[in-house]
């Protein structure tokens, strides 16, 4: 039997202005917060290299401590960046992004809000010939209304709207690679989360 092989080469995560300050008056925030935990520890395990913003962190404050964003003990990122454009895809990120190399990426977008920031940072990451994931139960607006129609824009632009736990065995691939247990654990640690996550996100 051949040696198993991940099926995503190359994935990176976009992590976009989870802020405290956001957290009223965000559509179930929580449990944005709550999928990105998920998705942060699963790129630990896996080696995916983190990016993140903030939107006027001076004005807006800073990101949300349970995601431990470049705490001493926490997650390190390749770039954690202040910005006013909407998009992430900023010239400072985009310096730490292709640092990595110029190869074309498998990119996941988590964060707020769908209709603004998330839209226009995968619009770029599209443009610039990137494969992008959204992440239906990681997205959310302040306005819960907006969220399907910003997911069904970013489908119908060549995104792929899909949920955290599928995008995690796509990136598997396979069982037998060494990352699988660990992954499948904090898939089963995260069951319950998951599901309420999306009841309360993922409404058709």
Known sequence: MATPTRRLARPALFICDLQEKFRPAIHEFPRVVSTTQKLLRAAQLLDIPVFATTQLRSKLGE???????????????????DKSAFSMFVP????????MGEEKREVV??????HICVTQTTLDLLRDGH???????????CNAQEVPIALA????????????????YECMGDA???EFKGVAGVVKEFNKATRENLEALCKM
């Not at 400072?92 to 640092?99: G, I, P, R």
């Not at 994931?133 to 607006?141: H, P």
């Not at 824009?153 to 995690?168: K, Q």
């Open 153 to 168: 824009r970013l489908r119908a632009e060549g995104a792929v709207v899909t949920t955290s736990e599928s995008f995690l």
């Open 176 to 178: 037998g690679i060494g």
């Open 92 to 99: 400072e990120l985009q310096k730490a992004f292709y640092e």
């Open 131 to 141: 494969k992008v994931y959204v992440i239906a139960d990681a997205v959310s607006s």
């Open 63 to 81: 990101t949300c401590p349970e995601l431990g964003l470049d705490a001493p003990d926490g997650i390190k990122t390749k770039a954690h960046v």
């Open 109 to 114: 977008v988590v964060g707020i809000e769908s």
